[in-house]
């Protein structure tokens, strides 16, 4: 499978006609044709070196190559055998020359000629001059966070290119960037303190051994004194209802809350999150997302197949409003509502509170809705879909909201795309059929 996956990338390579001057070159090198003079045991040894590689890398290989991406990336190490097949490529382009184009002009307009496909044939996809979006993608995530934040990164997507913007560029120098990954190395925790001297690591390294450390001891150590962001990678999915509604369930436990492209970490030692910081926040880190958006700037899919970066880009756009839409919804739920019945300080605000929450989550779930629908109409596959429960978020705004046509339509198209039995898909199943009869009269609304 490993090797039929590196066979398929000559294709354009080679513009399909290369593949038989490969062959000819194959030939001329095991028989030892008189164009390659003195260079055939050089021949030889590049022919066998392709043939271990190939062998014994793809035996080796454990990635799973069924995932596109895994594939591009596994595609990186076939670069050197492909300088071997190229250079048999040439051999056997010689030979064939000799053979039937001794005039050297010939040769000369057939070499032109194919480097002209080439162009021809893979400029279009291969021409990346306006494209910017690994780094207008860091630059937002570095942008939006607050001062002296430590960011820890889970993914070379959301390293690399932030480090190369703050180290090379001079993007938010005050910002302390750590890989999570390489946190587990003992040598790593040593430059990084040399680096950042005000980051504190409890430990050797982030290991379970006797002299390692924990995340969460690590958000202890640092947290009162800076700000703790994490970049990447899988996000707990800790409910908002044991941060706002009981704080001393576990004194050391600490949450993720969306920050934009970037996950906050929050100690429930603090006071329960103040609700119109909050949605300043959610505003001032989605604003440039959205601003990026809405100049074009996002990569076109079309161009972009799974097995790019590219692609990983645009899947974290949309991802960063789906979680801050999510956050909103959850934290709405756990407002006290419209009447709190003194639960809250002088000057109770509840209900512009819920109002402004709601307001985010609506605008987070309306702007996904908006792209599936256009994705849709372009021909093009959704980024993102997690199995319709943009539309189930949207049912139950509108439930909130008290509108009853919104209500019923978001949730049929999500009852569409979820085909799973659950106890959601059954709440919300019976909902939309008790809706129906009320909608003919055959059921009293409530």
Known sequence: ERRAGSSRTHDGQLLFLGVPLVLVGVAATLFGHPALGRCIAPARTILLALVLYSVVFHSLANLPISVPLFLAVHARFWQMPNSSVFFLLAIGFEVLCRRFATREYVRWSLALAGVYLQVVHNYSQQDQSANRAIEQLSRTALETLPANAIVLC????????????????????????????????????????????????????????????????????????????????????????????????????????PYGLTDRIISTEEEPPDVHKLAADFAKALRPMEEWHAAGLLPDLRKYGEDTWEDQVVREYWMAFHRVGHAALTLYSTLPGETCQGACPDGCDCEYTMGKTLSVARHAYETLANAHDWYGSQGQEVPFNWDGAVHQAL????????????????????????????????????KVARMKLQAIGAAPYE
């Open 154 to 257: 889970s993914g070379d997507l959301q390293f690399n290119p932030s480090l190369y913007l703050t180290v090379c560029e001079g993007v938010r120098p005050d910002v302390s960037l750590l890989s999570l990954q390489l946190l587990s190395y003992r040598w790593y925790a040593l430059n990084a303190s040399s680096k950042y001297p005000d980051v504190i690591f409890p430990g050797r390294s982030h290991w379970p051994d006797a002299h390692g450390y924990s995340l969460q001891k690590f958000f202890e150590t640092n947290l009162p004194h800076r700000p703790i962001h994490i970049y990447g990678g899988n996000r707990p999915a800790e409910t908002l209802e044991r941060l706002t509604e009981d704080a001393s369930l576990s004194e050391n436990q600490f949450y993720h809350f």
């Open 395 to 430: 049912g139950t705004i509108a439930e909130y909201d008290g509108n009853a046509p919104a209500m019923l339509y978001c949730w049929s198209r999500y009852l569409d795309k979820q085909k799973n039995s659950d106890i959601l898909h059954a709440v919300i199943t019976r």
